[in-house]
Nanobody, 122 residues
Framework: QVQLVESGGGLVQAGGSLRLSCAAS????????MGWYRQAPGKQRELVAS???????NYADSVKGRFTISRDNAKNTVYLQMNSLEPEDTAVYYC????????????????WGKGTLVTVSS
């Protein structure tokens, strides 16, 4: 009914940049908060950055000043620009969005993408 598909991951050298995208499709009525999470091997999933529908943002301390989250509401898409990447940023990055579907406009729920791998070499 609703899908979140991430793209843009890959292998990059330390100090490099990547831009992740996550697009929502299907029976989407509206999208509230969107965010990026990551999970490194052997670690718990953690919040990287989030953005409200009106554009208010929140970042993990470890990425402040290096990552920028943005969204295009017309395209139901959220982006994560990652600069000055460090080996510690290596993880699977997941997109999450609070989506209200056409089938039930009175309530919504969180949807997750399947993730995209980011590998930063030293």
């Amino acid at each position: 009914q609703v899908q979140l598909v991430e793209s843009g991951g890959g292998l990059v050298q330390a100090g490099g940049s990547l831009r992740l995208s996550c697009a929502a499709s299907g029976r989407v009525f509206s999208i509230d908060a969107m965010g990026w999470y990551r999970q490194a091997p052997g670690k718990q999933r953690e919040l990287v950055a989030s953005i409200t529908r009106l554009g208010s943002t929140n970042y993990a301390d470890s990425v402040k000043g290096r990552f920028t989250i943005s969204r295009d509401n017309a395209k139901n898409t959220v982006y994560l620009q990652m600069n000055s990447l460090e080996p510690e940023d290596t993880a699977v990055y997941y997109c999450k969005a609070y989506i209200v579907t056409i089938m039930d406009v009175l309530s919504g729920m969180d949807y997750w993408g399947k993730g995209t791998l980011v590998t930063v070499s030293s």
